[in-house]
T-cell receptor, first 114, second 113 residues
Framework: NAGVTQTPKFQVLKTGQSMTLQCAQD?????MSWYRQDPGMGLRLIHY???????DQGEVPNGYNVSRSTTEDFPLRLLSAAPSQTSVYFC?????????????FGPGTRLTVT | AQSVTQPDIHITVSEGASLELRCNYS??????LFWYVQSPGQGLQLLLKYFSGDTLVQGIKGFEAEFKRSQSSFNLRKPSVHWSDAAEYFC???????????FGAGTTVTVRA
């Protein structure tokens, strides 16, 4: 299994540009989520999904869109990039089993908005 | 809603010395608790988790953590630190009926020779 994969690894955008961060998992996990990591703030939840066709907002959703058309994929779209969105983005997935809640993380995408 | 506080931003420890990282959580009932480690430039890896039962949990890489309900704490410990333990450590809390996790701000561990 590849686990959770994210592309690209690095990205530089200009203010106002849009782009999609890709996330895929091959573990048949129901739950997927996107976090952003900023120095001194830990990880903050952007959006999450509990299954195909179901998404919801997390703590910091403004400026981001998501969709979940398949169990495997959970792309994150930046609609109009702003310097405040410079961050490291992590995708995570979790199996829908009562006894298990740990999240498996991808390697991250480092985004710089100039 | 749940929340996590990691009081120590940065800890420096000598190789071979013991390590303890503090984590305090806020949640009304018994939470799900996790410790993750992030090496430079890497994603997060689960060290250990607590759901219920024995309050002392063992994890990977020789780490353990103790859940203390009376103190709302879930501190991480390692008896003897190796240079490869230099990383950032995150405590996280979740509710049993929810998948969302709340993370602390993290503690950076530096290991000196």
């Amino acid at each position: 299994n590849a686990g959770v994969t994210q592309t690209p690894k690095f990205q530089v955008l200009k203010t106002g540009q849009s782009m999609t961060l890709q996330c895929a998992q091959d573990m048949n996990h129901e739950y997927m989520s996107w976090y952003r990591q900023d120095p001194g703030m830990g990880l903050r939840l952007i959006h999450y999904s509990v299954g195909a066709g179901i998404t919801d907002q997390g703590e910091v959703p403004n400026g981001y869109n998501v969709s979940r058309s398949t169990t495997e994929d959970f792309p994150l779209r930046l609609l109009s990039a702003a310097p405040s969105q410079t961050s490291v983005y992590f995708c995570a997935s979790s199996p829908q089993r009562w006894a298990s809640r740990e999240q498996y993380f991808g390697p991250g995408t480092r985004l710089t908005v100039t | 809603a749940q929340s996590v506080t990691q009081p120590d931003i940065h800890i420096t420890v000598s190789e071979g010395a013991s390590l303890e990282l503090r984590c305090n959580y806020s949640y009304g009932a018994t939470p799900y608790l996790f410790w993750y480690v992030q090496s430079p430039g890497q994603g997060l890896q689960l060290l250990l988790k607590y759901f219920s039962g024995d309050t002392l949990v063992q994890g990977i890489k020789g780490f353990e953590a103790e859940f203390k309900r009376s103190q709302s704490s879930f501190n991480l410990r390692k008896p003897s630190v190796h240079w490869s333990d230099a990383a950032e450590y995150f405590c996280a809390v979740g509710a049993p009926d929810d998948y969302k996790l709340s993370f602390g701000a993290g503690t950076t561990v530096t290991v000196r020779a």
